[in-house]
């Protein structure tokens, strides 16, 4: 009967949060201490950075956690891009 490494699987889904985390700090930048005009075009720049480099980092370490961060990023930063700009 094989084992299951409860703890191995938790750490790597740390890389998640810490993406999570990265895409609300930018975003309560860009909505509350920056306030231009087309500030909206700044935040998905930045938006589309992370993802890129989050792809960049899913070839060279934890592939499957970094391609997992860059879809999180993708769909939840232009979302919310969107929507807290739209108010």
């Known amino acids: 009967m094989e084992t299951l490494k409860k703890g191995s699987g938790g750490n790597k889904m740390i890389v998640v949060g ?3 985390a990265i ?6 930048y860009f909505r509350w201490v ?11 720049f930045v938006i589309f950075l992370h993802v890129i480099l989050c792809l960049i980092l899913a070839i060279f370490a934890l592939r499957k956690e970094f391609l997992f961060s860059a879809l999180v990023v993708l ?11 739209s108010i």
């Open 18 to 20: 810490v993406n999570l």
């Open 75 to 85: 769909l939840i930063g232009f979302s919310s891009c969107w929507v807290v700009f």
């Open 23 to 28: 895409l609300a700090a930018y975003t309560i």
């Open 34 to 44: 920056a306030n231009e005009e087309l500030i909206i075009i700044a935040e998905a």
